[in-house]
C-alpha cells in the first residue's frame, strides 16, 4: 500500500510538472522580459546599446519581438573591427540601425528559422517603408545569418518574445553581402569576383553615388546559361570588358521595390536597356537579345539591403557585346 502510495504520489508530481510547463509555454506566466532576461543571462552590452539607441522599449513593452543577442565578446569584437572604443563613440543614427537589425517582429521560434530570409526592425538608403532582411542559411546543424553570424543557443524565452544568442553581432547587410551569403546566387557570386580589377565587391558593398541600387540576380541555372549561350565553361573565359558589361547589365543605379517596378526599359550599369514587362502573370525582363527573364517567386523579391534591393530572376541577361 505504501508503494502504491508513493507511486501515485510521483505520478502526481509529474503530471503537475508537465502542465506548469504547458501552462509557461503558453502564457509567460513567470518570464522576465527581453529586458531583464538579457541583462540575467549576461547580454549587459547590447541592452546598454539598445538604451543608448532609444529602442530600449521594445525589450520591455507588450510587443513580441525576437531578439538576436550578441555576447558581450561578440560586441566588443564589433566596436573593435568598426574602430570605436566603446558603444557610445558610435553615432546615435547608426547605432540604432544596427541594434534594430538584430530585431525580428513576432515570437520566431528556432523551428521556424529556416534558410530564406525575414525582415528585421532596421532600415537603410534602399527603402523608407521596407526594412533590411536578413538571410538565414540552416543546413541542419549550424545557424548563419548574413553569412556571418552564427546561431550558438536558440530560444531563451521572455515574457515578450524570445532570444537567439549568436557569436557574432549581425552585420547590416549591403546588397554584395547578401549575394555572398546565399548559396542560391553563388554563381552571381562567382562572376562578380572573377577579375578583382572590376572591382564589384567595393562598388556593391558600398554607398557610392550610384546607389542604392537594385541588382537583379539570376539563378545558378540562369547564370549557366550565360555560359551556354557564349559557349565558355568559365566566367575567366569570358574577356574582362565584355563580363564587365553582362554584370553592369543586371544592376540599376535606382533601388525599385517590386511593386514600383513597372512596363518599359530600365537604364543599367552597362549603359544598355533592358525591358519589364508585366504579363499578368507576373513580370519578365527582355534583354536585348531577345531572351527572357521572369522575376521568381514572392520570397525572392524585395531583398532589401543597406545599399539596394535585390530580385531574383531565373535568367541571365545579355547586352550587346
Not at 60 to 66: E, H, I, L, P
Not at 258 to 265: F, H, K, L, N, R
Not at 278 to 306: E, P, Y
Amino acid at each position: 500500500m505504501i508503494s502504491l502510495k508513493n507511486l501515485f504520489l510521483a505520478i502526481f508530481a509529474s503530471a503537475a510538472l508537465v502542465s506548469c510547463g504547458d501552462d509557461d509555454n503558453g502564457s509567460g506566466t513567470g518570464r522576465t522580459n527581453l529586458a531583464e532576461t538579457l541583462n540575467s543571462n549576461g547580454f549587459t552590452t547590447f541592452k546598454a546599446a539598445a538604451d543608448l539607441a532609444g529602442v530600449g522599449e521594445r525589450l520591455t513593452g507588450s510587443t513580441k519581438f525576437t531578439v538576436l543577442a550578441p555576447s558581450n565578446s561578440a560586441f566588443d569584437q564589433f566596436l573593435l573591427e568598426s574602430g570605436y572604443s566603446s558603444i557610445d563613440a558610435v553615432p546615435a543614427a547608426l547605432l540604432r540601425e544596427v541594434v534594430l537589425n538584430h530585431f525580428i517582429s513576432g515570437d520566431v521560434d528556432g523551428q521556424a528559422l529556416v534558410t530564406g530570409y525575414k525582415k528585421t526592425q532596421a532600415k537603410g538608403s534602399a527603402s523608407t517603408t521596407s526594412t533590411l532582411s536578413v538571410f538565414i542559411n540552416n543546413d541542419g546543424s549550424t545557424i548563419k545569418l548574413n553569412g556571418v553570424s552564427t546561431i550558438t543557443t536558440a530560444d531563451l524565452r521572455a515574457s515578450n518574445g524570445r532570444i537567439h544568442i549568436v557569436d557574432r553581432v549581425v552585420p547590416m547587410p549591403s546588397v554584395y553581402t547578401h549575394i555572398q551569403a546565399n548559396p542560391a546566387f553563388s554563381s552571381f557570386a562567382a562572376a562578380l569576383q572573377t577579375y578583382s580589377s572590376a572591382q564589384f565587391a567595393q562598388t556593391l558593398s558600398g554607398n557610392g553615388p550610384q546607389s542604392p541600387y537594385t541588382v537583379v540576380v539570376p539563378t545558378n541555372e540562369g547564370m549557366n546559361n550565360i555560359l551556354n549561350t557564349l559557349d565558355v565553361d568559365n566566367y575567366s573565359d569570358i574577356p574582362e570588358a565584355n563580363l564587365t558589361k553582362v554584370l553592369n547589365y543586371h544592376i540599376l543605379s535606382t533601388a525599385k521595390l517590386y511593386s514600383v517596378i513597372t512596363d518599359g526599359p530600365y537604364a543599367t550599369l552597362a549603359g544598355q536597356n533592358f525591358t519589364v514587362q508585366n504579363t499578368g502573370g507576373g513580370k519578365k525582363i527582355t534583354d536585348t537579345q531577345a531572351r527572357v527573364a521572369n522575376f521568381t517567386g514572392t520570397t525572392t523579391r524585395d531583398i532589401i539591403a543597406s545599399n539596394g534591393v535585390i530580385h531574383v530572376i531565373d535568367n541571365g541577361l545579355l547586352p550587346g557585346l
